[in-house]
């Protein structure tokens, strides 16, 4: 059983769950005396939508950022690619974005960071005993806001930290992650998964693949799309969702241009009349 279905697994059997409004009793400021301790060591799996955000917070390129603050795990069991944040090269391995003070890309910090200490999830479609969403605390001992006397909703707790614009964002990559071609088990050619990383993390160099190619010589995209997704990110980004439904799953989500199709259509059929190799018949 790969890790992540044996988490989640411990989670549906020994975290209570929790809705929309349900209340908890949490509250994190500087002056509770774990301030920034829960910020090292700790695994942030950074969505595209986090990349984003981070990368213009800190006024540099999306390479910039993956070079410099990313690391990719390897792990066999792994179907598509994944980042994380990279702690601090010190025995602490504290999150390089952590000062003194605090959190220094705090309006701009990760899903993961934003949600703590709610965890979120979904339950099976053939389990009927569970909602579709749901959420649970991640209590941990360290953790001194257990013991603050603020008590809020859940749906409160998401409003206060801004949770509903980065869920929104991470619909499509969730349709992308949770895709039928996963749960079957298959994997991406190495083509395929650059184009993932390509698509999902690195959102200057796509923007590069798409404007500075071919690619809307191999494609039909309208002139109104072409200036949403020069001059937006997110507007890229959702493209480019679109376009990995095209190449990763070969949905009929994009248009290939009629002289494109004919080109290939050509180039079959001078394959088929072509005489075999002694090593193809072999």
Not at 153 to 165: A, F, H, N, R, Y
Not at 183 to 199: G, I, S, Y
Request: with cysteine; glycine share 4%; net charge negative.
């Amino acid at each position: 059983m790969r890790e992540i279905d044996r988490f989640k697994e411990e989670i549906l059997k020994d975290y209570p769950k929790m809705t929309r409004d349900d209340s908890f009793t949490f509250a994190c400021h500087p002056g509770v005396s774990c301030f920034n301790n829960c910020c090292s060591d700790v695994n942030i799996f950074l969505t595209p939508y986090d990349v984003i955000r981070l990368k213009n917070r800190l006024g540099i390129s999306s390479q910039e950022l993956l070079d410099k603050y990313t690391l990719l795990p390897f792990d066999k069991n792994l179907t598509y690619p994944i980042i994380l944040l990279q702690m601090s090269d010190d025995d602490d391995k504290v999150c390089p974005f952590v000062g003194k003070d605090g959190c220094q890309v705090y309006e701009d910090r990760p899903w993961a960071c934003r949600m703590y200490p709610l965890g979120m999830g979904s339950s099976k479609e053939d389990d009927d005993s569970l909602p579709d969403e749901f959420f649970f605390l991640l209590k941990e001992a360290v953790c001194k806001g257990f013991s603050e006397q603020k008590t809020q909703k859940v749906s409160e707790w998401l409003q206060d930290q801004g949770i509903t614009e980065y869920n929104e964002m991470g619909e499509q990559f969730k349709n992308i992650t949770l895709h039928p071609f996963f749960e079957d088990a298959k994997n991406l050619t190495p083509q395929k998964v650059e184009m993932f990383f390509l698509v999902c993390y690195n959102i200057d160099k796509f923007r590069e693949f798409v404007f500075e190619s071919t690619f809307f010589d191999r494609f039909e995209v309208d002139d109104d799309t072409k200036k949403k997704i020069k001059d937006d990110e997110i507007e890229l980004l959702n493209f480019g969702y679109t376009w990995l439904r095209f190449a990763l799953f070969g949905e009929k989500t994009m248009t290939v241009r009629s002289n494109v199709l004919a080109d290939k259509e050509r180039e079959l059929k001078m394959k088929r009349k072509l005489p075999k190799t002694s090593e193809e018949k072999e």
